[in-house]
């Protein structure tokens, strides 16, 4: 069942209808990275020119940057899932109806979260997933624990987090919330299918499309085998 949601939601995304959220996807969140990677560069620099070494030196502050710049390439790796996240939180809707309208035409349409939840939501999981990242950051240099905990960590948060707002258009999230643990195993697999995505460079600019359409493919699955289930007679 996931794998194939996942790639219907992976070439969904890639089709003309997408195509002016996908841009407009891929600018704000290259944007959010090259605004967050300036900004901790110029931190850098700053701190080194502080430095009394590095005042009596200028050859270091000239390869320490740059070796910092290269660093922090690498490193925002670990900060594009809280940055999918927000950048999630704007577009959810436009995909999640795409989606729905595509697949899904006989059913009721889902109900767009109201802005001001929508973007706590997002905001909020994007504080937790930007502290979960900087822990799994510690282990960066020990491969292939930084892999393992890089996955794990997104797998669960990801999957937790995307489900919740697909599965918010229909739902309240006390409900939401029962769902998504009766089927712990389905969320967690297709969250880490997300987790993978996002560890591969410039694919990972997709993971806020990819993430929502997969989930909107997951829920309406999973709802309708609860519903499925709940019609059985009574034994």
């Known amino acids: 069942m996931i794998i194939d949601a996942a790639l219907r939601a992976f070439r969904q995304i890639l089709s003309p209808p997408f195509r002016k959220v996908l841009w407009k996807s891929l600018g704000l969140t290259a944007v959010l990275l090259a605004l967050i990677w300036a900004a901790l560069t110029k931190l850098f620099a700053y701190w080194l020119g502080s430095s009394a070494f590095v005042a009596e030196h200028p050859w270091v502050d000239a390869y320490a940057v ?24 704007f577009f959810l809707d436009d995909v999640a109806e795409k989606v729905e309208a595509l697949h899904y035409p006989a059913d ?8 001001a939840t929508a973007l706590w939501e997002a905001v909020r ?16 240099l020990i491969p292939p624990i930084n892999i393992a905990a890089f996955l794990a960590a997104n797998a669960y948060l990801l999957g937790r987090e ?6 918010g258009r229909f739902r309240p999230l006390t409900e ?11 969320v967690l697999f297709a969250g880490f299918i997300i987790a993978c995505m996002v560890a591969v460079p410039i694919l990972n600019l997709l993971t806020p499309l990819f993430g929502t359409a ?22």
């Open 214 to 235: 997969l989930m909107v493919h997951v829920h309406k699955r999973l709802s309708a085998r609860e519903d499925a289930r709940a019609a059985l007679p009574a034994r």
């Open 66 to 89: 740059f070796l910092a710049g290269f660093g922090l390439v690498i490193g925002l790796g670990y900060l594009i899932p809280p940055v999918s996240m927000l950048v999630a939180g």
């Open 125 to 140: 999981f994007a504080g937790v997933a930007l502290l979960v990242n900087l822990v799994a950051l510690i282990f960066l």
């Open 162 to 167: 995307y489900f919740a707002l697909a599965a």
């Open 176 to 186: 939401v919330r029962a769902m998504r643990e009766r089927n712990a195993g389905t």
């Open 108 to 115: 009721p349409p889902g109900t767009a979260l109201p802005a």
